[in-house]
Structures are given as structure tokens and as C-alpha cells.
């Protein structure tokens, strides 16, 4: 069995786990809210049709925060149109995704939804088709107090209290050719400049997330960010990133795919300081990782402007789980600058929780990874020392066959590792000489023989992860294997 060791030590902090890096995304896309978050007449509807099975599942998965409303939808969004009286609001054309909105879900139903699923919202302004007034308008709506004509509006229609979003992106992708209202990066950076410092006007304690590159391998990446930047530097409080990664039968590369996200998010990292040198500011620009996720049909059906069509609803199985894994170990490992990261999305579309109309919801293999990590990633990820085997990859060249995070909390240390080796299992030795407490120990791990095993509606229970107690020798290094194509979470009590 091939072998691996990672050397722990709590006095090595990369910086906090903050709650925002197990984020969510809810776009007016396919099925995600219509018969996905929002069904009236379902079985498990509430009053005002909500599924509670999808909260139930939301709330276990440990969701932390969720952007609102998109995604490309955003760029060609009137909010106007999804406040007052439902049978009131206007059926439009979605450009973004041809399909038809009706707005029977807009602000009050996602914010009534967001309430109930514990989670914080982080709004999108439209920077596609409109601009600073409506953006600032929506701001007023939402959080002013009231006394004025949009404040008093919200409070008319139902919501007497301001609703207090502090967390705002100024439009989505606006580097990519695709998203309606497209700029160049000297346009956007000036419409991200001047929308921030108005809305910083009407409510100066919101954060805002200017628009970074749609992934790394745009044309314009690195140029895009230093040009944005140097724009709306003062005004902005993140720079987001985007990236999705599907498997075209190159298993061994796809395994590695986090390889490309750590180099994403150095390039990001290294940009927004280089501005931050050249403007000689003090701030550091932090990191909204607010799109990711493993995505295979990133084409779709269009055309037809039918309501919520089935679009993306990829089937996710045991590898995809474990790439997602990987994905959230790249997140901790730069938990300094990572400050919100939101896997998209939420329900049906390239999601954890899949849902049929009238009918049942189910977790996807994905599902796990995420909740395991925002159940048990507490309090500082750790700089970890591995030494692993390794394999050349088409895709990324020579990467190790393990990789690993740590967190340290009040209760203990948490190993995060996935194997990416697809034949083998390898032996992980944790190193404890830094933790001479350690009483016990509890491993989960996903795996199966069969990489393609997938959870569905008729077998909802396929893939389902496996816990354990390892057994532990004071003042001895703790072994554990880890399968071929496993993702492993270890649990060391102190």
C-alpha cells in the first residue's frame, strides 16, 4: 500500500474558518426555485409554498449564506417586477436563460425563504442592463428604515422592519461575452466605482463584491482584476471568482482538479495585492469564491420560454463527491482570504439536493463533502505539512495522490483528505506530536468500488458516508487508510 504523512501542529494558522465559505446560490435558473425551493400545492409545502423537505435539507447541510438572484439572470432583472401583490407582477422574457419568469418568487419570498433556512442572503444588483439608480434604489428598499417612498413601499407590501442585507454583489460575469450588458473591465470597473460608493451612501455597513474573471482561463484573467481593481478599490470589499470542473473520461485529471482552483485563487490573490501595492492602500482585498461546483452539461435547451425547465440537472456521483471534497479543501486552505464561497447551486441545477414536482427530495453524493465540512470545519485552518505519492495527470501534470487540510477548534483538530489515487488505497500516518491530547478519534469516509454510483429518486440511498472510531495510542502517530477515490474526514477529540 502506498504511504503519506501529514504533520499537524495547531500553532500553524492559515487564519479563521468563517461561516461564509459554505455558501449556496439560488438563481432563477431551470428548476432551481420553481418545484425546486418554491412549490405551492406540494405535499411538503407551507403557507406560503415553500418545501419544507428542501429547508429541512438546506439546514442539515449547513448552508451558511446564499446569492440571490443570479447568476446571468441577474444582468436583465427588473427587481421591481418580484415585489406587491403576486397575481399584480409582470411575466417577462429571461434572456439570460430563455425561459419564462413569472415572478411569482422575488425579494419577500427569497428573503421569507432565507429566514426560515437560517441563512444569510447576499443580494445581486443588475450592472448588466441598468445601473447606480436602480441598484441604489433596491439597497434603499430593502434596508432603509422607512420614510421614504421605497422604504414605505416595502413596508405596504409587508415587511414593516428594513430587512438589513449587508452583503451585495455589483452585477455577475461581467467579463464574459455571454452575460447580457457585457464591459470591458475599464467599464465595469467604473460603474462598480460609482454604484459602491452610492450605495455605501445610503447604507454604509454593506460589504460589496466587485465582479472578478468568469474563470481563470478567460482571455482577459489577471488583466481584468487589475483593471477592475484599480477602479473600485476603496469601494470594493471582495473580488469574486467563478469556476466549474466536469470530467471528460480523464479520471485521473479530473481527480485533480482543485490543482486549478489553488492556482485561481493565488493568481486572484497575488493581482488584488499587486493593485493594493500600486495604489498604496492599507485594505486587503478579500476573496468571494461565489460560484463553484462540478458541472457537466454546461449547454442547455433553449428557445422554448417554458417555465423552469429541466436544464443542468446533473447526476453526481462518488468521484464528483470527491472532487467537490477537494474543492472545499482548497477553500480552507486559504480560509485567510477566502472570506465567502457559494457552490452552485443550491437545488436541482447542478445541486446537492435534487427534487421532483409533487414528489420527493434527495441528497446527491455532493450533498456530503458540503456538510461535513460546514459541520465540522470550526475555528482556524491549519498549514499542514504532507508528504505524498504522486502521479502525472494529462491535464495538471504531476500532483500529488493526497491531498489534505486541518482545522483546530476548542474540542480538537479535524483532517480533511481525499485520495485521488483510482486504483489504490493509500496510507495516511498523522503526525501528533503537537497534539499530545488527543483521546479519540472518529473517521468518516465516502467511498465505493464503484466510482459511478450515484444517489437518484429511486435509490436515494446509494451513496451514503461511513463512520467509524479509529483507535488511538497515546504519544503514537495514527494511521488511517484512505480508499482509492475517497473523500475522508478524521476527527481527533482532545
Known sequence: MKTATL?????????????????????????????GIYEPGHPRADADGLREDVLALTREMGVSVVRYPGGNFVSGYRWEDGVGPVEERPARLDLAWQSLETNAFGLHEFMTWADRAGVEPMM????????????????????????????????????????????WCLGNEMDGPWQIGHKTATEYGRLAQETGKAMKLVDPSVELVACGSSNGHMPTFGSWEATVLEHCYDEADYVSLHAYYGQDGDLPSFLASAVDMDAFIDGV????????????????????????????TDSFEGGTWEQAPRMSEDLFNVADAVVVGNLLISLLKHADRVGVACQAQLANLLA?????????????????????????????????????????????????????????????????AVNRDVEESVGLTLDLRALPGVRSAERIVLSDAD???????????????????????????????????SWNVIRLTV
Open 451 to 485: 466510482t459511478g454510483a450515484a444517489n437518484t429518486e429511486a435509490e436515494p440511498g446509494r451513496v451514503t458516508p461511513q463512520r467509524s472510531e479509529v483507535p488511538v495510542r497515546a504519544g503514537e502517530p495514527l494511521l488511517v487508510e484512505l480508499p482509492p477515490v
Open 269 to 296: 490573490i497575488a493581482t488584488a495585492d499587486h493593485v493594493r501595492a500600486k495604489l498604496r492602500k492599507s485594505k486587503r482585498i478579500q476573496l468571494s469564491f461565489d460560484e463553484w461546483n462540478v458541472w457537466y
Open 124 to 167: 445581486a444588483v443588475n450592472l448588466g442592463t441598468r445601473g447606480v439608480q436602480e441598484a441604489v434604489d433596491l439597497l434603499e428598499y430593502c434596508n432603509h428604515p422607512g420614510g421614504t417612498a421605497l422604504s414605505d413601499r416595502r413596508v405596504k407590501n409587508g415587511r414593516a422592519e428594513p430587512y438589513g442585507i449587508g452583503l
Open 352 to 416: 446537492p439536493i435534487r427534487t421532483e414536482p409533487g414528489g420527493p427530495a434527495w441528497r446527491q453524493t455532493i450533498f456530503h463533502p458540503f456538510a461535513h465540512a460546514a459541520a465540522y470545519a470550526k475555528g482556524d485552518a491549519l498549514r499542514v505539512v504532507l508528504d505524498a505519492p504522486r502521479v502525472e495527470t494529462a491535464k495538471y501534470g504531476d500532483v500529488p495522490l493526497v491531498d489534505a487540510v486541518a482545522t483546530h477548534d476548542d474540542d480538537g483538530v479535524t483532517v480533511f
Open 7 to 35: 504533520i499537524l501542529d495547531p500553532a500553524f494558522r492559515v487564519g479563521p474558518v468563517r461561516p461564509r465559505l459554505f455558501g449556496s446560490f439560488v438563481e432563477h435558473m431551470g428548476r432551481c426555485v420553481y418545484t
